[in-house]
């Protein structure tokens, strides 16, 4: 039982029988005891981190469901699942719980369930296991008939929430200032918009409206490529570590990758800095893989020699450049199913998945760079319970019709502009890296930024 080991380390965590420090000893009580609370991210590696005041609250959970054994809930949702049949998709993340993850359909990243989505036009529900940004973009992706239902309203994520439309905005408006709108010779307009997948329906829009794209951890370089064809720099929000791991990889330096930090004017950069930028940093970040530190490879790599460390590409650039290489969670799932048996790897990743692939491959030692367990909390809190009951709420009862809840609909006035920048993304295809623009420096011209 992949998840009882997780359950079980967070457990001596708490009660103060594991050694070491976690995010909070807390992380052992039900997900239901948070969201009736102040608003917060709850416990796990992003508990830390601001949460907007208008993010979605979880009502009450009926007590039937907070107070089910483990098998109770199980057999529910197998029921439920078997009773409405071809009706539900229930579409699930690499990162949730192994006791929700068994009962999806598919299981991927975020690009593949993005993909997953469209699978089947026909279910009138499409269950999403997984964060509020992936609920919303299924519900951009499928049909208009299709309810796309998150089983708890509080699985936000505190990346996405750290780059809001008004903030962006503003940047957006000083870049203006700054470059115009017009495109050089080439075509190529000032700014690209670039959002991470992990950012709200609005942000979508906003790079939809602007020419710009959705990028996914599995297709960042590619959408890199696209943007730099089409424009003279990119503004890349909401996760720096992506933005810049990709950069560096296609070959950008450093010093044309400028952060924007939105609470400065001109972000705190100067103008000459921002002339010379090919990639504009938003200052955004994943609590988890914040967690991962070069001095935990170097200590993998001491107690296990010919260890094989691969990282995902939001973990700090020093901890990819250390790491022997990096991916999206399907790549790390990819690479240990390839691998000889009898490899060691040490994963940069959220920990479930990581205890998962080390549960279905006992050929290999697998193990978390992180010595100290600590769950995305967002993730997290996609509860067996809450699983069960939104499945038995589609089902209904002689007593209570069936019912669609926790439904997320994206609101009219972004949906057509976010939509777009999907589709960019869905189509977007690896092109030479020739198209991005070469070094230049600082001091040259913009139009020989554009140019290059
Ligand atoms: P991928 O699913 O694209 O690997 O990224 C997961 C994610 O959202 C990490 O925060």
Redo the contacts with the bound molecule.
């Keep these: 039982m992949i998840n009882a080991s997780v359950d079980q380390t967070i457990r001596l965590i708490s009660t103060g029988k594991s050694s070491g420090s976690t995010c909070s000893p807390d992380l052992a009580t039900a997900p239901w005891e948070f969201d009736a609370g102040v608003p917060g991210y709850g416990p796990g590696s992003s508990m830390g981190d601001v949460i907007p005041t208008g993010s979605p609250r979880q009502g009450e959970l009926p007590e039937l469901y907070r107070t089910a054994a483990p098998a109770e809930l199980d057999e529910r949702i197998r029921v439920a699942k078997a009773t409405l049949g071809e009706r539900v998709v229930v579409l699930g993340?690499?990162?949730q719980r192994d006791e929700v993850v068994r009962h999806a359909d598919f299981v991927?990243?975020?690009?593949q369930?993005a993909q997953a989505t469209r699978s089947r036009p026909n279910a009138e529900a499409i269950v999403f296991c997984g964060?509020h940004f992936m609920a919303e973009t299924a519900d951009l992706l499928s049909g208009p008939d299709q309810a796309v239902i998150l089983p708890n309203l509080a699985a936000g994520?505190s990346?996405a929430d750290m780059a809001d439309i008004d903030s962006v905005t503003e940047c957006w408006e000083q870049l203006t200032e700054l470059y115009g709108t017009e495109p050089d010779a080439d075509g190529r307009v000032p700014v690209i918009p670039v959002t991470y997948?992990?950012s709200s329906a609005a942000l979508k829009g906003f790079c939809g409206e602007n020419g710009g794209i959705v990028c996914?951890?599995?297709n960042a370089e590619t959408v890199l490529e696209w943007a730099f064809e089409r424009g003279q720099r990119v503004l890349f929000f909401p996760d720096q570590h992506l933005g810049r791991n990709t950069a560096k990889a296609m070959g950008i330096p450093l010093e044309r990758m400028p952060m924007w930090n939105p609470t400065r004017p001109l972000g705190g950069n100067t103008a000459p800095e921002l002339d010379s930028a090919q990639v504009i940093l938003w200052h955004g970040f994943?609590s988890?893989?914040k967690r991962f530190t070069v001095d935990q490879i170097a200590a993998a790599r001491q107690t296990h020699p010919g260890v094989r460390v691969i990282v995902?590409p939001?973990c700090p650039m020093p901890v990819v450049d250390a790491a022997d290489e990096y991916g999206?969670?399907?790549?790390i799932r990819r690479a240990i199913a390839a691998a000889p048996a009898g490899s060691t790897f040490a994963i940069g990743?959220?920990i479930n998945l990581v205890q998962r692939l080390a549960a279905e491959h006992p050929e290999h030692t697998i193990f978390c760079l992180d010595p100290v367990v600590c769950p995305?909390s967002t993730m997290y809190r996609i509860h067996a319970g809450y699983l069960a009951w939104v499945l038995d709420a589609l089902v209904g009862t002689a007593e209570r019709p069936a019912a669609v809840l926790n439904r997320i609909t994206v609101a009219d006035d972004v949906a057509d502009h976010a939509r777009l920048a999907l589709e960019r993304m869905l189509a977007a295809l690896p092109t030479a890296p020739a198209t991005v623009p070469a070094p230049v420096t600082a001091s040259a011209p913009v139009s020989a930024l554009a140019g290059a």
């Design positions: 993340h690499f990162y991927g990243d975020s690009f369930l964060v994520c990346m997948m992990n996914t951890s599995s994943c988890v893989h995902h939001e999206s969670t399907d790549y990743t959220e995305c």
